[in-house]
């Protein structure tokens, strides 16, 4: 069964600080994995996907296959970085997104 | 920067009346997609819509559900007679391409749904 795991439904660190949002997946075929943020009173938009590998508002993410993981970094916290965080798992040929929890980030000033 | 529209933005309704939410997807978009999110639950699939017809649905997609393009560019979800847990969040999303890489869905505002 395919499924994404958000363990952290609220997350809070202090501005500056490294933060760590954790996705872990289930899924037999090859992973095409999204983070999606939600800013208050905004539309979930799309913050990156691995397979693009770059690096957007300081944000990284790195597959590991191994761990079946994907998790969310980004070494200094700034207080725009509140917001709602969804991993997200891209079923190959069902054109469908499988979405974890979400984790509410909250950068403290 | 083109965006996914949806209407209403919140849409109260009784029990057992019909409903339909409306979409216009970004305009070069081939793939459009609804989605719910119940209260405090995760974003859950419902179907997904390519070439007039649904390409994936979910097992919540049942009967009282259709979906439909009834023109160039508006993409509807029809809920015939909603039920109580019919009440959730109904994101619209479209996207240009996908089946070969990972594309990037452009999700709409949402319409909030309230069945009483």
């Known amino acids: 069964a395919q499924r994404v795991t958000q363990p952290e439904k609220l997350l809070s660190v202090f501005k500056g600080a490294p933060v760590e949002l954790k996705c872990n997946y289930s899924?037999?075929?090859?992973?095409?994995l999204f983070w999606y943020v939600q800013y208050s009173r905004q539309r979930l938009q799309l913050l990156l996907r691995?397979?693009s590998r770059e690096s957007i508002k300081g944000f990284t993410a790195d597959l590991n296959k191994g761990e079946t993981s994907f998790h969310l970094k980004k070494p200094f916290a700034q207080e725009e970085d509140s917001a709602m965080y969804y991993c997200?798992?891209?079923?190959?040929?069902?054109?469908?997104?499988?979405f974890g929890q979400g984790t509410r980030l909250t950068i403290n000033p | 920067e083109p965006e996914v529209t949806q209407t209403p933005s919140h849409q109260v309704t009784q029990m057992g009346q019909e409903v339909i939410l409306r979409c216009v997807p970004i305009?070069?978009?081939?793939?459009f997609y609804w989605y719910r999110q119940i209260l405090g639950q995760k974003v859950e699939f419902l179907v997904s819509f390519y070439n007039n017809e649904i390409s994936e649905k979910s097992e919540i997609f049942d009967d009282q559900f259709s979906v439909e393009r009834p023109d160039g560019s508006n993409f509807t979800l029809k809920i015939r007679s909603t039920k109580l847990e019919d009440s959730a969040m109904y994101f619209c999303a479209s996207s240009d391409v996908t089946g070969l890489s990972a594309s990037e869905q452009y999700f709409g505002p949402g319409t909030r749904l309230t069945v009483t």
């Open positions: 997200a798992l891209e079923i190959q040929g069902a054109q469908k997104l499988v």
């Open positions: 305009s070069n978009h081939l793939y």
């Open positions: 899924y037999s075929g090859s992973p095409e």
């Open positions: 691995h397979i």
